[in-house]
């Protein structure tokens, strides 16, 4: 058994297809077809079952490729401290931001990082933040950026702010006379129950922001009237501020809207909704010194 093969593996696991793996690996077909047979062969038993042209793991196959994630985890994890230790300051990084929050942080962080470790190669994946948990626990990215709501088994967080998600409407909207000044509400606050009629335009599903609003809802026992699911925040707020409709938004997404000044914003819930904005990385792996430095960019520029 070497690296390579367990590469392999997993791979045709990745795109359950072997035409497919076979391009990802930049190998033929035929050569990964007998590299697999050669292998279910010394295993004397098959890893995956092929349902027409799509391959599926058996049980074997799931036992092998979770013990191959963590042989190669712990190879990249060796690599990394002993690369740490040369101190050369070069290295390979592979940090994942949810679209909308790299529009934004990227451009000022990434310069900031490049400046202190010019030899450093950044790999960046844009992704909602489910798909993101699921690179990281993958090993295909060391870093990723993302609102926190449970606890991820697998993973690890550091905390970078946290934030309030405000209800956004249109700033002549008949409903802004209802807000209220409360304790401990940044903003007047809103009964959402006031608007039970009314049209709401809300993240897609996967989208934490959009996993938090569903959850004041059920608090409040409420079943909105959705008239427009998006994932462009921007066009959320916009819409919002032609009167389309009500929305959610948080606050550091608020800060690059280009005109706020048509929006009128309020708190909700008990008193308000927050959510923790956090480094998350594999629990128990090793986190490489340039993930470390670039956690402290991001504070820094949060």
Known sequence: MDFKELTYVLAIARHQNITRAAEALHLTQPTLS?????????????????????????????????RAR??????????QEMGDIIKNNE???????????????????????????????IDVHEA?????VKLLL?????????????PEPGLATTVISREEVVLVMNRDSEFTRFGRKKKDCRYPHMDLKLLKDQGFILQNATQRTRQVVDRLFRQQHMEPRIILETKNIQAEAELAARGYG????????????????QLALFSVGSPSTTVTFVAAYRKN??????????IKVVKEFT
């Open 34 to 66: 007998k590299f697999l047979k050669a292998l279910e062969t010394e295993l004397h038993q098959p890893l995956f079952q092929r349902l027409g042209n799509r391959y599926q793991p058996t049980y074997a196959g799931e036992r092998y490729l979770q």
């Open 70 to 79: 963590e042989i190669l985890e712990a190879k990249r994890a060796l690599d």
């Open 91 to 121: 290295g390979y990084l592979k940090i994942g931001f949810p679209t909308m929050r790299g529009t934004y942080m990227l451009p000022v962080t990434l310069p900031i990082f490049h400046d202190r470790y010019p030899n450093v190669r």
């Open 128 to 132: 909602n933040s489910e798909h993101l």
């Open 138 to 150: 993958d090993g295909d990215i060391d870093l990723a950026f993302f609102n926190y709501l449970d």
């Open 246 to 261: 009500f929305t959610f938004i948080t606050e550091t997404h608020l800060k690059y809207i280009p005109d706020r000044s």
């Open 285 to 294: 792996g090793y986190l490489p010194f340039h993930a470390q430095e670039y």
